[in-house]
């Protein structure tokens, strides 16, 4: 009987109801981590006497129902897919980075707020370029507002959070094209739904994708050019994530146990950024994402030094040994070395949030060659891939969307290769098996 183990650090206290263990472990499979506390059970104590709350948000003022003030979103409107707003109360850091993004006043003045007409009036600007006018079933019923201003305000305050990268997150999102605003909008409902399911947001976050991919086609059909490759940049990185982070993703699902291979696409597509930025290259220097591009090189130039180009001194023996690496191997005659020259430092590096944004990196470099062995369950390719699946489970702290699909794609791989008799196989799986939460079968063949 196999297991899964509790990621670290998933455990219950004792204090804790039954309701909320499971909330809890819930929320550990959810894309993006979010604090979503539960209802506690409360003891009866005789009512006190107490003043009222005047720093709930606005919403919940509006509705005339008891605030939890929980900052930058309070439960309550998060529970109703509605927009949140603290007027004028906002945590000042979250002010000056909403302030950049939408283009608003300075934060610190008497008369800012990141009122609702402010959100809509931005996305409805980035917006107007589009021919095609927003659907009218694109209205939340519950709250009266646009699904784009609750998915545009929630991308702001919480998704660009979860971007480990902060020369990425300072930037992403500040060039308002049609197709990069439809895709900020999708990213934010991906991530709010991830979080709080809800079928009226999962049709918004659909039609939004549908969007942002028509416009972003049809724009890099026209070919990459200097007024247009800042958006372009910004849409690539950004979709991504609807790859990596699937509604309600098992490891059965894998390409790996549905032997369909066109369910592996999803790691294929990661090397979109890289085409991209190779068509780019002429006008990256004048980009608005030159100075993040350049700081990101300096920083992996330290990590992926190519101290050895030939053989395998520094790689792990047992992964040279399962992959046929000698002294005389280079990348020209084995499909293995490249990857694993590129996994090796990645492993070796302190776990913490810069170094988890280029541990991300390792799948957006892998060629079409060592691809298609991934594709066709070759042994070796799934060992290299599980070790990097497993790296990213331990960086889960700061790379939450891994709990879409990396982890179960890892735990995939682990069950589809248990049963080998090699011995130099079942002890490679140990470190992605550990790393992933799955218990491995005490019995080979």
Known sequence: MHQIKSPAGSGTSDDRSSEDSSSDRQQL?????????????????????????????????????????QKPLCQKCQNKGLVCSYTPELDLAHQKK????????????????????????????????????????LISQSSGHPMSTIAFQHFMRCSLETVANPGIREVMGSDMNPHVMYTILAVGLLHLNRVSPN?????????????????????????????NVDALLSSCMMMGVMTICPENFKP???????????????????????????????????SIWASSFESIHKEELKIFEREYETGRDGLDSDLADLCGIDEYTTENNSVYHNPLRILTPLLKLEKNRPNAAHCATFMGRLECDFLA?????????????????????????????????????????????????????RRLLKFPAAACGYELSTSSG
């Not at 980035?126 to 006018?133: K, T, W, Y």
């Not at 009226?200 to 990459?224: D, G, H, M, N, P």
């Open 98 to 137: 909403i302030s950049k993004a939408l283009g608003v006043g300075d934060p610190t003045a008497t008369f800012f707020s990141l009122s609702f007409e402010d959100v809509l009036n931005k996305v409805e600007t980035a917006l107007g370029f589009d021919s095609r006018p927003i659907p009218p079933k």
């Open 373 to 425: 062995l991934c594709r066709k369950r070759e042994v070796p390719a799934l060992v290299i891939l599980a070790h990097w699946l497993g790296l990213m489970c331990t960086v889960a702290e700061w790379q939450p969307w891994i709990e879409g699909r990396i982890r179960g794609e890892c735990i995939a791989i682990c069950m589809f290769l248990e049963t080998s008799t090699d011995p130099l196989v």
């Open 199 to 227: 079928k009226e947001r999962s049709y918004a976050e659909i039609y939004f994708w549908q969007r942002a991919i028509q416009l972003y086609q049809k724009e890099l059909s026209t070919s990459v050019r200097a007024d």
């Open 29 to 69: 499979q959810t894309v993006f981590r979010i604090s979503l506390p539960g209802k506690k059970q409360k003891t009866f104590h005789a009512r006190r006497a107490h003043k009222k709350s005047r720093g709930g948000c606005v919403t919940c003022k509006k509705r005339r129902v008891k605030c939890d003030e």
């Open 252 to 286: 059965t699902d894998s390409w790996v146990l549905t032997n369909k291979p066109e369910r592996m696409n999803w790691l294929c597509l990661q090397s979109g950024l890289r085409i991209i930025i190779t068509l780019a290259a002429p006008y990256i220097p004048n």
